[in-house]
Structures are given as C-alpha cells and as structure tokens.
C-alpha cells in the first residue's frame, strides 16, 4: 500500500526551475511534519527541507536556502518542493518523508521519519 508518492522531478538546465509534489495518504499526513530528502549516487540520503503541520515553521539545509521552497495544502495532503536556480550538484532521487517527531531537534535526521516515498529523479544539466 502507496502511502506517500513524488512527482514533477526531471531533467532541466542549470538555473532553471522543477516543483516536485509528494501526495500522501490522510492517515499518515494528517498533523504531521513533512520533510524532503535527497540521494545523489555514491552518497548519504540529506537533509533539503522540512515544514510544520501549521507550515508556520520550515527548515532548509544552507545549499538550498534562498532557492527552494517547501510548502504544504493540508486540503489536499500534499506536500511541495518548488526549486529555482538549480545547479548541478542538486542532481539527485529526491524523497518526502513523515516526520513522526514533528520537529523536534533533529528534524535534520532520517532516522526521525518513518514513512518515506519512492523517490523522483531531479537532473540538472550544466
């Protein structure tokens, strides 16, 4: 059973612009944290960004600060990556994730999610 599914990766250019979506199911999304992870080949699975419940609250690892986005609609339990002047290195499989800590102080961590999606590939060409 699917419970959290990414879509929107791709291949696009250097500075050029990709907003995945990651639907999930209400039972595992409802009044919980969300986060997005990425893993490049040969590579740990990292932190990108996570975001609140309320969405009052995000936090974004500094290689994407000031050029992605996360955001939510809790109407439709889906869970947003909008990501501008990509580069290179943002190459990667890109996961959303439960947070089923709901930010706590290591929000950072994979091992404070416990659902996790399948993955969209993200290419960015130089």
């Known amino acids: 059973q699917v419970q959290l599914v990414e879509s929107g990766g791709g291949l696009v250019q250097a500075g050029g612009s990709l907003r995945l979506s990651c639907a999930a199911s209400?039972?595992?999304?409802?009044?919980?944290?969300m986060g997005w992870f990425r893993q490049a080949p040969g590579k740990e699975r990292q932190f990108v960004a996570s975001?609140?419940?309320?969405?009052?609250?995000?936090y974004y690892a500094d290689s994407v600060k000031g050029r992605f986005t996360i955001s939510r609609d809790n109407t439709k339990n889906t869970v947003y990556l909008q990501m501008n002047s990509l580069k290179p290195e943002d190459t990667a499989v890109y996961y959303c994730?439960?947070?089923?800590?709901?930010?706590?102080?290591?929000?950072?961590?994979?091992?404070?999610?416990?659902?996790w999606g399948q993955g969209t590939q993200v290419t960015v060409s130089s």
């Open positions: 209400e039972r595992i999304f409802s009044s919980y944290a």
């Open positions: 975001i609140s419940w309320s969405g009052e609250t995000t």
């Open positions: 994730a439960r947070d089923f800590r709901n930010h706590n102080d290591k929000y950072y961590s994979v091992y404070e999610y416990d659902y």
